[in-house]
Every structure is written in C-alpha cells, then in structure tokens.
C-alpha cells in the first residue's frame, strides 16, 4: 500500500511523540474494511471510519504500529459530528473491558488546523452558553390555564411563535437522510417514543404497559409511512416547548435546540401546541376561551402562514411522542390519573386518523 505520511494531521507527529517519547513517524498506510482479494462475493466494501496504520521507529530501530481512526459522515447514525464523536469516545471506554483486545491508546479531537486535542483524562462533557433574560413561556401558559382568559400580550406572543416557527421552516435540510433519521429517532431513540415508554413504571395509573406497547406499535406503522416523506426535510428547533422559551415583552429568545435541528416541521408544532392541552387539563371549564383560543389561533395562523398543510399528515406521531413525555410519572409526577388518561387517548385518536384535524384537541378537553 502507498505510504500516506504525508497526508497525515499536521500535528500528529507531534502528539506521538509525547505519546511514544523517541520515537519518529516513518509511514502510513491506508486500512480498507477488507483485505480479501476484490470481486469475491464476501468481500466487504464498507466500514464505519478511515484508518491508518502509522508506524513508528525508536531511536534503537524498534518499530511500532499504532492506528490512528477517523471519522466521516453517512447515513448509519453518524451524520453529525456529535455522533462521531460519541463513536470514538465510546471505543475509547469500552476497548479496554474485553480480554484479548486491542487497547486504545488516547481519543481527542482534530483542531482545525491540524493539531490534536486528547480527551484522554477527562470524564463528561461540557457546554457553555449565554445567560439569557426574560419570561418564561411555561408561566403564560399556567396563567392562562388558570384565569381562562386572554391578554393582549399572549395574543402577541403566540403570534410571535407561528411567525418563528413559519421563519424557521421556510430553510431546508442539509440531505435526505437528515430526514429519514429524524423520523428514526422520533420513535427508536432513548429519548424518543420507545425511550419515554420504556421508562414508564409498570404500575403507572392510565398506563398499562399494554397500552403503552399498543401506541409504539402505531408509531412504528407512522414511521414505515413517513420515513420517505424527505420533501419535508426543514430546519427544526426539535425541542420548541415552553420551558426553552422565553419572553422579554413580544420578543421570543429560544433555548436548547435538539435532535440535530432539522426534520419535520410538524415536530417543532406539536412540540408547542401539546401544552395548550397538557396546561389546560386542570382547568378544562375554562380552556376554550384560554388555551383553546390559542390551540386555535396557532394552528389557523401556522397553516395559513406556511401554506404546510401536509402537516396535518405527519403530526400525528410527534403529537404521540409529545403526549407520552407530559403523561410520563417520570417527567411529570403529579398529574392525575385521569388526566393521563386524556393525554393519551388524544395520542391514541391522532393516531389512528389519516390525517390531523386541530378540532381532536378541541374535542380531547371536552
């Protein structure tokens, strides 16, 4: 094979050197997934990564091979940089637990220009990000839960939200298969359907395991059909509810953008309009002319806005997704039996419907 030390990180001799003290880089050299000869029928044409076996030479004339894995894009769960990174840093911690194993050495990451940051002794990860000032949206929504009734500032800011969300659907995704794994995840994730299910106690009132597996089965029948709907690839928030959304006045400020951040618009939608019920079952007396009003308004204002009316095609299963997490004991606790129940049988009448009409949620609070 053709040495490829010269197309080696600009700094990767240096960082073996710290790793190996004496020793030099002398060649480099290409690892395909498979060194049997082409054209027979078990050869194996793709692997997850881009090796290189790097061999070093110590000042006695020892040489030693160490390989240095790296990581590009393609549609198996690795289209992020997150998810490649999560792949060698979980190598990193697991290569050393099975006997007979080739041992990993040291996981970082490539600077831009070339040089190499190890992760080798750190523990978990960290993010850093702006403070932000302001209102948070959640407590509209108790207030107008409570009172049943509307401000004109609510009004605004309910406005405020179509206006973001029509802004923010209006770019396309980056490649069809950002698509095809959003919809993957809505239901095979940890914190997708089968996750906030598996996490439900077995004993939890209005949520038999039972019911819970009939409503993943359903999602799944959602995602055969949806999964090539890539034509609905758009820029997402993918965790638009109120707790990452703030108010200074009638100017929004968002938080915590998940999930890669595109997919279906229809997520960011259900996302937002799930506690318009979820708020309003304590106060159901008064949802229509409160919360109802801005079910209402939301949607009237998103469709005639964004002219999506294939929403109303694929929310459905966002809309489960939604349900299950404001119905979990886990994630919300105090909520009521009864009130669970409502929760997921709006899930479940989504579900089984060819097509979304907002008046389900009008009539789910009835």
């Given at each position: ?76 769960g690795h289209d992020r940089r997150a998810d490649r990174i999560a792949a060698q840093v979980l190598a990193y911690d697991t ?66 939200l179509v206006r973001y969300l029509v802004a923010l659907h209006r770019t396309p995704g980056t490649h069809e298969g950002a ?188």
């Open positions: 094979m053709p040495d490829r030390s010269d197309k080696l990180p600009a700094g990767l001799r240096a960082h073996l050197a710290s790793l190996f003290p004496g020793a030099r880089v002398v060649r480099a050299c290409a690892l395909g997934p498979d060194a049997h000869p082409p054209s027979d029928e078990t050869e194996k044409e793709l692997g997850y990564g881009h090796p290189l076996r790097v061999t070093l030479a110590t000042e006695t004339g020892t040489t030693h091979d160490v390989v240095l894995h790296t990581a590009g894009a393609d549609e198996y290569f050393g637990l099975f006997p007979q194993h080739v041992r990993a050495i040291d996981v970082g990451a490539l600077r831009d220009d070339g040089t190499l940051v190890s992760l080798r002794a750190t523990g978990e990860a960290y993010l850093i990000t702006e403070w932000a000032e302001g209102e948070l949206y959640a407590d509209d929504l108790r207030r107008i839960g409570r009172d049943g009734a509307l401000r004109e500032l609510d009004v605004a800011r309910a406005d405020a698509y095809v794994r959003a919809i993957r995840d809505l239901i095979g994730a940890g914190e997708g359907v089968a996750g906030i299910a598996d996490a439900y106690p077995e004993d939890t009132p209005g949520a038999p395991r039972a019911r819970l597996d009939a409503i993943e089965r359903a999602c799944l029948e959602h995602r055969l059909r949806l999964r090539r709907r890539t034509d609905r690839l758009r820029r997402t928030h993918g965790d638009f509810h109120p707790f990452n959304l703030l108010f200074e006045g009638e100017k929004l400020i968002a938080l915590d953008a998940s999930r890669g951040a595109q997919g279906d618009p229809a997520d960011d939608l259900a996302s937002l309009t799930i506690n318009h019920l979820f708020f309003g079952l304590e106060h159901r007396d008064v949802w229509n002319d409160g919360l109802g009003a801005l079910w209402s308004r939301t949607f009237d204002r998103y469709l005639r806005e964004s002219g999506d009316l294939g929403m109303l095609e694929t929310i459905a299963p966002f809309f489960a997704w939604r349900a299950l997490v404001v119905s979990s004991p886990r994630w919300y606790p105090h909520l009521r039996a009864e009130d669970r129940d409502r929760m997921l049988r709006f899930a479940e009448r989504v579900l089984a419907a060819p097509r979304f009409d907002p008046v389900m949620g009008i009539e789910a609070m009835r």
